[in-house]
C-alpha cells in the first residue's frame, strides 16, 4: 500500500468511529444499558440513606453482583456485538468494505467505538457508586473504588473486543455472547475452578485485586497473569476480526 494510500485509509478511521456512536446510541437498548448502569449509583445511596459504610459488603454485594456480574457483560456484548451489527443485518457491509480502507483500519474504529462506549457506561457507573458510598470509608473505600475502575478497563477492553471478532463469524453473536457470561462465567466457573485462564470475568478480578483485596477466593488470577492473559485475548480477537473482515464474502452473508 502505498502513503498516499496508507494516509487516505487512516482518514477514514474518524468517520468510521462516528457513524458506529450514531449507530449505536440510536438504539433503544442503550437507553435501557444507562438505566442498568445507574443502578449500582442508585444502591450506593440507599446504602448512604443507611449510614451503611462497609466496604466489604458494598464491594461484594453491588460492584461483585451487579457492576461485574450483569452491569459489565450486558453493556460490552451488546456495543461490541453491535459495532457491526448495523451492516451486517442490513447488508451494507459490502459498501464499507468496497471503501479503499484497511481492514485493519475498520476493525480499529469499531473496536474503538465499542470500547469506548462500555467504558464511559461501567467506569462511570463504578466511580459514581464509589464516591457516594465508599470514599467516606477511607483508603479502604478508595482502594476498593480503584480496584473496580480496574476491572470495568479490563473487562470492557476483553469483552468488547471479544464479542465484535465473534459477530463477525456469526449473527448469533449475542446471544453465545450472553449465554457465555452467565453458563461459562456464572456457573460453570463456580464448579470447575480451573477454567479460569479461559474467563474474561477472572481476568477483571485479577486486575482489581492489584488494588483491594477481593473476598477469599473471588480472584483466582494474580494481577500479572490477568493482565497478561487479557493482552493476549485483545491481540488474538484483533487479528482474528481483522482476518475474517479481510476473508469476508461479498454478498455480506456469515455463518
Given at each position: 500500500m502505498?502513503?498516499?494510500s496508507?494516509t487516505?485509509?487512516?482518514?477514514a478511521?474518524p ?7 450514531r449507530?449505536?446510541?440510536g438504539?433503544?437498548?442503550?437507553v435501557?444499558?444507562v ?12 446504602y448512604r ?8 459488603s ?10 461485574l ?16 451489527g ?36 461501567t467506569?462511570a457507573s463504578v466511580?459514581v457508586?464509589g ?14 473504588t480503584e480496584?473496580?475502575?480496574?476491572a470495568m478497563?479490563v ?10 471478532a465473534?459477530s463477525?463469524?456469526t449473527?448469533r ?12 462465567e ?6 470447575l475452578?480451573g477454567?479460569?485462564?479461559?474467563s474474561?470475568r477472572?481476568?477483571a478480578l ?6 483491594f483485596?477481593l ?5 483466582r ?5 490477568a493482565?497478561?492473559?487479557s ?14 473482515l ?5 454478498s455480506?452473508?456469515?455463518?
Amino acid at each position: 500500500m502505498t502513503g498516499s494510500s496508507r494516509t487516505g485509509s487512516l482518514a477514514a478511521f474518524p468517520d468510521i468511529v462516528w457513524l458506529t456512536f450514531r449507530q449505536q446510541l440510536g438504539r433503544r437498548r442503550t437507553v435501557l444499558l444507562v438505566l442498568l448502569a445507574a443502578l449500582p449509583p442508585l444502591l450506593a445511596l440507599i446504602y448512604r440513606a443507611f449510614g451503611q459504610v462497609d466496604v466489604r459488603s458494598f464491594t461484594d454485594n453491588v460492584f461483585d453482583l451487579v457492576s461485574l456480574t450483569i452491569v459489565l457483560p450486558l453493556a460490552t456484548v451488546l456495543f461490541g456485538s453491535g459495532a457491526f451489527g448495523a451492516e451486517n443485518d442490513e447488508g451494507t457491509i459490502v459498501y464499507l468494505l468496497a471503501k479503499p480502507i484497511s481492514r485493519w483500519v475498520i476493525v480499529s474504529a469499531k473496536a474503538f467505538s465499542a470500547v469506548s462506549l462500555s467504558l464511559v457506561l461501567t467506569v462511570a457507573s463504578v466511580l459514581v457508586a464509589g464516591v457516594i458510598e465508599l470514599l467516606p470509608a477511607g483508603a479502604d473505600g478508595a482502594s476498593a473504588t480503584e480496584a473496580y475502575v480496574a476491572a470495568m478497563v479490563v473487562g470492557s477492553l476483553c469483552y468488547s473486543i471479544l464479542f465484535l471478532a465473534l459477530s463477525l463469524f456469526t449473527r448469533r453473536a449475542l446471544v453465545i455472547g450472553i449465554g457465555y457470561s452467565l453458563v461459562w462465567e456464572g456457573a460453570l466457573s463456580s464448579l470447575l475452578p480451573g477454567i479460569a485462564n479461559l474467563s474474561v470475568r477472572q481476568y477483571a478480578l485479577g486486575a482489581a485485586d492489584g488494588f483491594f483485596q477481593l473476598h477469599e477466593q473471588a480472584a483466582r488470577l494474580s494481577p500479572t497473569t490477568a493482565l497478561t492473559l487479557s493482552a493476549i485475548l485483545i491481540v488474538v480477537a484483533f487479528g482474528l476480526a481483522t482476518w475474517r473482515l479481510m476473508r469476508f464474502e461479498m454478498s455480506g452473508s456469515t455463518d
